[in-house]
């Protein structure tokens, strides 16, 4: 299943809104790499293993379940997860690119490959239209926490 979808990081047209940059929306974005239980309410552990200024490694433990998976970084671009085939898990990835069709109107494009063709059944659709709705979800959360990061000041400190 592939799926995409857009996020608006700022609405240039509401004066309430903060606007933030696009280092700051990169540092959280980095971030949700780094520290994934920030975003994660039900993760329960997680490490990085090895890392590079692109690349790192990282090891992810749901309960009982560890997942491996490689986080690539193109500065001020995309962070790119990329989970090889484990055990009952198959190859998936996600993509976060950063959109900018003008300056400071901020998007992200959230962009999902979980490893396996189209559902053809009906129980099949149904269960991809529940991942869907769920991604969406988490990729919402992710970005409210950014930008609450971002608002407070915490994301200035980071390096980018």
Do not use: C
């Amino acid at each position: 299943m592939k799926f995409e979808h857009l996020v608006e990081i700022n609405d240039l047209g509401n004066a309430a809104v903060e606007v933030i940059t696009r280092e700051q929306l990169w540092r959280g974005l980095v971030l949700r790499a780094e520290m994934p239980r920030l975003f994660v309410s039900y993760l329960d552990d997680a490490s990085i293993m090895d890392r590079n200024e692109a690349s790192m490694t990282r090891t992810l433990k749901y309960g009982a379940l560890e997942i491996t998976d490689r986080v690539s970084l193109v500065h001020l671009e995309h962070v790119h997860y990329d989970v090889a085939a484990q055990k009952d898990i198959p190859q998936s990835s996600l993509r976060m690119s950063i959109e900018e069709p003008q300056p400071d109107a901020l998007f992200v494009r959230f962009a999902y490959d979980s490893g396996n063709a189209e559902a053809e059944d009906a129980e099949a659709k149904m269960y991809n239209e529940y991942r869907k709705s769920a991604y969406q979800e988490a990729d919402v959360e992710t970005v409210r926490i950014i930008r609450e990061l971002a608002e407070s000041g915490r994301l200035d400190a980071l390096p980018s």
